[in-house]
Structures are given as structure tokens and as C-alpha cells.
């Protein structure tokens, strides 16, 4: 069975300094790895999906990889800003079809300004 | 497009007691699923489907039923509500690399 580790539960940073969410999972046959955002009280917003075939995916100030062998993945966010300030979840789909996601627990991230 | 969308936005419930969540989606997305968020627990799948009249079951599923009669709509049925299905409801819709999620139903059972 799949299991899916984020570490720290929460994080507190200063506004402007880069920052390293992590994602660890037990099973490394998955086909891919996304990272999501959670804002209190709402849904999920998908941030990035890493294919098993690739290393990183870049958007904007987040850049995601994969390492597969290991069984991590890293959240990278540049720059970081208040509103970057809610929860972090990463989720791993052993299929083509996203419909069936083992999440982690999530980070809880505060930019303080 | 409205994306997905979850009625209720919070629903009270005595023990015992049956509901239905409803999810619909506008994107004709194929595959549809639901998951329940505990604190501490991260989101756990209740039941998934991959196309209208196809469903399966996920990591949780006792007490819960699914349907899928059409593309759009994937509600959730609670058969006799329990304490320990207090819990939010988040169903998602998704098609190759989209994927969205409802805003969630937040369930409380007395």
C-alpha cells in the first residue's frame, strides 16, 4: 500500500527567501506526482504534475521533482510571499488518470512578512 | 464553465440518518472520484469512477454508495450516518492533466 510523508507538518519563513517543501512515498511505481495548493476552508488547485518520465516541472516561482528511485519529491518556491502562505499536499497515481490520488499529509506554510 | 461544484457547503446530521452529497461537473471529464480530509489524515479516497455507469471502490469506502448514471454527476450517498463520518467532502473531476477539485462539503454527524 502506498504511503505518502510530508515533512514538517508546518513551516514559517520570511517573506523573499526561497524554500523546500518534501514529499517522501513508499512505492515507487507510480505514474505521476502532483503537488497541490489548500487554502483554508477550500478546495485543492493543482500546482504541478511530474509524469514518472521526467525529472521537474517549472511554473513561475515553483519548480517540482521527481526522483523516483529514491521515492522524494521536492516542492522548490522562489522568492516566497504572503500569498504563498497556505497548505501544501502532495499526492501520488499509480494510473494514467489521476483518479485514484494517495495523498500526503500536508505542510502548512506561513510567509511572514 | 463552473468547474465542479458540491452541494451542500455544510450539512448536520443526527446518527443514523441518510444524505446525499452531490458533485457536478461541466468539463465532460471522464474520470471522477471522491475523498473525505480528516485532520492529521491528508485526503483519503471513497470511491472513483472512469466513465458513466463504471465505479470502484477506493481506501475507504464502507458506508458510503456511489452512481454514476451520467458524465456530469457523481453524488455520494451516506447509508446510515455515523459519528465517524464526520468529516469534509471533496469530490474532483479530471481528464489527462486536468484536474479540478469542488470546494467540499463539510459533514457533521451528532
Known amino acids: 500500500k502506498q504511503e505518502v510523508t510530508q515533512i514538517p507538518a508546518a513551516l514559517s519563513v520570511p517573506e523573499g527567501e526561497n524554500l523546500v517543501l518534501n514529499c517522501s512515498f513508499t512505492d515507487s511505481a507510480i505514474y505521476n506526482l502532483q503537488w497541490f495548493r489548500q487554502d483554508p476552508g477550500k478546495g485543492l488547485t493543482s500546482l504541478l504534475l511530474?509524469?514518472?518520465?521526467?525529472r521537474e516541472q517549472t511554473s513561475g516561482r515553483l519548480n517540482a521533482s521527481l526522483d523516483k528511485s529514491s521515492g522524494r519529491s521536492t516542492l522548490y518556491i522562489a522568492a516566497s510571499q504572503p500569498g504563498d502562505s497556505a497548505t501544501y499536499l502532495c499526492?501520488?497515481?499509480?494510473?494514467?488518470?489521476?483518479?485514484?490520488?494517495?495523498f500526503g499529509t500536508g505542510t502548512r506554510l506561513t510567509i511572514i512578512p | 464553465n463552473a468547474g465542479v461544484t458540491q452541494t451542500p457547503k455544510f450539512q448536520v446530521l443526527k446518527t443514523g440518518q441518510s444524505m446525499t452529497l452531490q458533485c457536478a461537473q461541466d468539463m465532460n471529464h471522464e474520470y471522477m472520484s471522491w475523498y473525505r480530509q480528516d485532520p492529521g489524515m491528508g485526503l483519503r479516497l471513497i470511491h472513483y469512477s472512469v466513465g458513466a455507469g463504471i465505479t470502484d471502490q477506493g481506501e475507504v469506502p464502507n458506508g458510503y454508495n456511489v452512481s454514476r448514471s451520467t458524465t456530469e454527476d457523481f453524488p455520494l450517498r451516506l447509508l446510515s450516518a455515523a459519528p465517524s463520518q464526520t468529516s469534509v467532502y471533496f469530490c474532483?473531476?479530471?481528464?489527462?492533466?486536468?484536474?479540478?477539485f469542488g470546494p467540499g462539503t463539510r459533514l457533521t454527524v451528532t
Open positions: 474532483a473531476s479530471t481528464q489527462g492533466r486536468e484536474q479540478y
Open positions: 499526492a501520488a497515481d499509480p494510473f494514467f488518470g489521476n483518479e485514484k490520488l494517495t
Open positions: 511530474i509524469q514518472s518520465s521526467q
